[in-house]
């Protein structure tokens, strides 16, 4: 048996960090507030491809107000300084 201190964490969890979004998913108007989290959790249970990079958006009737990068803890998503600063694109996940 496989002691639990020798199997890395990212082997079995990650942890992502919602730019300006509170507990109860609501942000400033316009931020991110919604995430398919659930497709990315079935892949790695069923499938074995544990989750990379996602992209979290703020959909507003039929289109999307903003999205942001989510990044893995510890980093965070910073602007680029260029580019839309509502697009995922425009932000680099960063310590």
Not at 75 to 93: L, Q
Request: proline content about 13%; hydrophobic content about 40%; overall charge negative.
């Amino acid at each position: 048996m496989t002691e639990a201190t020798d199997v890395p964490t990212e082997d079995f969890a990650r942890f992502y960090i919602f730019p300006a979004i509170t507990h109860a998913g609501i942000g400033p108007q316009d931020m991110p507030a919604a995430a398919d989290l659930f497709s990315a959790l079935e892949a790695w249970v069923e499938k074995d491809e544990a989750p990379g990079p996602m992209v979290n958006s703020s959909p507003k009737a039929d289109r999307v107000t903003a999205e942001r990068p989510l990044c893995e803890y510890p980093e965070v998503p910073r602007y680029n300084g260029e580019g839309d600063p509502m697009a995922a694109a425009s932000f680099t996940c960063q310590p």
